[in-house]
């Protein structure tokens, strides 16, 4: 079959290949690709700063944004199937033996398309049920999505979760960084009636303008306001991949309020805080921070879940998250060449 891989830990090497088709043991199903997502992953992949193959493989089959159709075994011929990504670790750390992988101690975790197992970017892919998330075809058009989706959906359930120390009623949720997750994210919190800015470094003008116009978020360029003029805030996640701005959140965080942390920056960057007048905000004011990772099946069914609230509360509007469509053909074209209002690329198989 035909698949986008890479040669780990070298640049450049995304390429199509002929690889061999899996053959899927009775328990598991064999899934025919439809769509998979391309992020900053897929790039950070292809330029060789991660990425590994299988014991024994000397490439990796890219891809873990993925939407699917069940061929064969024990789910419903035809039915759609989102995968998850990680995979418990061989040290059977609490977290992965209690089905919680996402927060996997030991750190020996597995990632399809990213860490020892391929991905899905591919003609097929065989999967056991426990991994599979049921997507209704009424989601079929962008449910592609659901990867992304439940990374903001666990970070906000972590939210949630942690800020049941104490009554609370939040009404300001500052995201910083208008891509996907943020945007997806955008859409959450206006589910939970929170009122929305997005404050980021020149975002598009295009679907994602329309889509923060559609759902009501407001936008703060950071070319025109300093972070410190938009007020205060009771949560504030960072999805920028820029760790000063991600520091910064912490400095408009009103009383009582939790900053998550959501975007990997790699990097060596170094910044100056005021560390003491920081650290009497956080400890005067019960201030929260904390980082999020990956999701949990629970994430990818809420996913689910608010995508056809979404549908039905503003219909048609999540469809125009996707960007740009290529075939598997053009897969170098997609990582290369990035449109400046690209929200969301996917290549397409079926
Ligand atoms: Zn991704
Ligand atoms: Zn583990």
């Excluded at 690889?19 to 060789?48: F, H, K, M, S």
């Excluded at 970017?121 to 049920?129: C, D, G, N, Q, R």
């Excluded at 800020?163 to 994210?185: C, F, H, Y």
């Excluded at 920028?240 to 400095?251: H, I, N, R």
Aim: aromatic share 6%.
């Amino acid at each position: 079959m035909r698949a986008a891989i890479v040669s780990p830990g070298k640049a450049n090497s995304m390429r199509v290949a002929d690889v061999p088709a899996p053959e899927p043991p009775p328990d598991e199903c064999l899934v025919r690709v439809l769509e998979v997502g391309i992020c900053g992953t897929d790039r950070d992949i292809d330029a060789g700063h991660y990425g590994e193959g299988p014991a024994g493989s000397e490439y990796l089959i890219d891809g873990h944004e993925s939407l699917g159709e069940v061929v064969e075994g024990p789910r419903h011929k035809g039915e759609l199937v989102v995968a998850m990504v990680r995979r418990p670790c061989r040290e059977r750390c609490i977290a992965c033996r209690t089905g919680q992988v996402d927060f996997c101690r030991s750190g020996n975790y597995e990632e399809r398309g990213i860490r020892r197992r391929h991905g899905f970017l591919a003609e097929y892919y065989a999967e056991s049920p426990e991994y599979l998330i049921h997507v209704p075809r009424a989601l079929r058009k962008f449910g592609v999505l659901l990867e992304p989706m439940s990374v903001s959906q666990k970070a906000l359930r972590q939210v949630y979760a942690i800020q049941r120390r104490m009554p609370w009623e939040p009404k300001r949720m500052l995201i910083t960084g208008a891509g996907s997750v943020g945007t997806l994210a955008a859409c959450i919190a206006r589910l939970k009636g929170l009122e929305v800015v997005i404050y980021s470094r020149g975002a598009g003008r295009g679907a994602d303008e329309m889509i923060r116009r559609k759902i009501g978020a407001t936008y703060v360029s950071a070319d025109d306001h300093k972070l410190s003029d938009i007020g205060l805030f009771d949560i504030a996640l960072d999805a920028t991949g820029f760790s000063p701005l991600a520091w910064g959140a912490a400095e408009v965080l009103d009383v009582n309020g939790v900053l998550c942390m959501l975007s990997v920056t790699g990097g060596k960057k170094r910044i100056d805080i005021a560390s003491d007048a920081l650290n009497d905000k956080f400890v005067l004011g019960n201030r929260l921070l904390f980082g999020s990772v990956n999701a949990a099946r629970e994430d990818f069914e809420n996913g689910v879940r608010d995508f056809a609230a979404l549908e039905q509360r503003w219909p048609g509007m999540m469809e125009h998250f996707i960007t740009r469509r290529l075939p598997l053909a053009e897969i170098r074209k997609a990582l290369d060449e990035r449109p400046p209002d690209d929200l969301k690329t996917i290549i397409e198989l079926g």
